[in-house]
């Protein structure tokens, strides 16, 4: 944990030496309620955080649509490269003008690697994020002219963060599904998703991309209280799938690296750090971790966080999760750490 600390705090005081300089010149945002600044917000969905007690730890105490009491990791990761304003997300009003020159979040809450998992949900799937960002493209094209903007598109960081959803929203839910696809043959559909998005992207010219693993889907609250059989124990099988999804990603990375010689694509593992904040949560300063924040920190998330949730924590830095599904500000600052360490090469 010293490492990571020490690499985020040399990659600040770079950043510092630079002048105020960023790292690179943007970064651009796919992916589910992980990563969603508030995309969601005027959706006719139920999967959506812009009230309170969302966002009561991030600036002026205001939810955004964020699901999180506070920062984001890839908020974070946006800071430590030396920004000091967010990629706004694509459907919000800040969205226009020269705010877009640094980037765009295109994430929606409840997407996945499959279109169906949005559309169970009326969320943005991927494939409607990738056609927001060809609109984005032609925008910046028309504010900063085409050889700006090829800059801006080549050299940004692009992060992807979902399939969490597939599964937990849908693949488990879904006897259909669960019937038809072994856990084997699901994450190779998934696979096949996750190869074509990238393909589709380096040909719109990103060349910098990172993509989140699939965190311990089986120790997140919900999880436990759904699928557990009624201990507090994480539930293996979803682990283990997981696993399997990981290393299945991991795999096709390298076939896509070789395909693409100028293409620089990191496989960011969250499963590790979550499992470690999990499981050892006093090691980073957390005394909760089978219990999220918000209510009875069992099951609530989206709609069923809000203001009346009885039970909810006064202070969540203590606390892994903030709801059911997602980590807390304090638990994505380690997070984001680690995501940092193993992002170098997307920055070197």
């Not at 980037?103 to 279109?115: E, I, K, V």
Request: hydrophobic share 40%.
């Amino acid at each position: 944990m010293m490492v990571v600390i020490f690499v985020a705090q040399l990659l600040v005081a770079l950043v510092g030496l630079s002048h105020g300089q960023s790292l690179v010149p943007g970064v651009v945002i796919f992916g589910d309620s992980v990563v969603d600044s508030g995309n969601n917000n005027n959706r006719l969905t139920l999967v959506k955080a812009n009230f309170p007690p969302y966002g009561r730890d991030f600036s002026n105490q205001l939810p955004t649509g964020r699901f999180c009491n506070g920062k984001l990791a890839t908020d974070f990761t946006v800071e430590n490269l030396g920004f000091t304003s967010y990629p706004p997300s694509y459907l919000s009003k800040e969205a226009q003008g020269e705010n877009l020159l640094a980037g765009a979040n295109f994430a929606s809450a409840a997407s996945g690697y499959l279109d169906i998992t949005a559309n169970l949900y009326n969320s943005i799937s991927l494939t409607q994020q990738l056609h927001y960002y060809k609109e984005y493209q032609s925008k910046v094209v028309a504010i900063a002219g085409k050889e700006v903007a090829a800059d801006l598109f080549s050299g940004s960081i692009y992060v992807l963060s979902t399939g969490n959803s597939d599964y937990v929203q849908n693949y488990y839910i879904n006897p259909l599904l669960y019937s038809v696809y072994t856990p084997e043959r699901f994450a190779d559909l998934l696979v096949q998703s996750f190869n074509s998005f990238i393909e589709n992207l380096y040909n719109l010219g990103a060349r910098r991309i990172g993509v989140t693993s699939l965190p311990p889907m089986g120790c997140l609250p919900a999880a436990i209280t759904l699928f557990s059989g009624g201990n507090n124990n994480c539930v293996a099988r979803l682990n283990n799938n997981a696993i399997t999804f990981n290393k299945k990603i991991n795999a096709a990375s390298q076939v896509l690296k070789k395909r693409y010689s100028d293409l620089k694509l990191v496989i960011f593992d969250i499963y590790n750090p979550l499992l470690e904040l999990i499981k050892n949560p006093s090691n980073d300063g957390f005394f909760e971790a089978r219990r999220a924040c918000c209510g009875t920190g069992i099951i609530e998330t989206s709609l069923l966080c809000n203001s009346r949730s009885i039970g909810t924590c006064s202070n969540a830095s203590g606390y892994v999760f903030w709801d059911s599904f997602h980590p807390t500000e304090a638990a994505n600052q380690v997070l984001a750490d680690a995501l940092l360490l193993q992002g170098i090469d997307l920055i070197s």
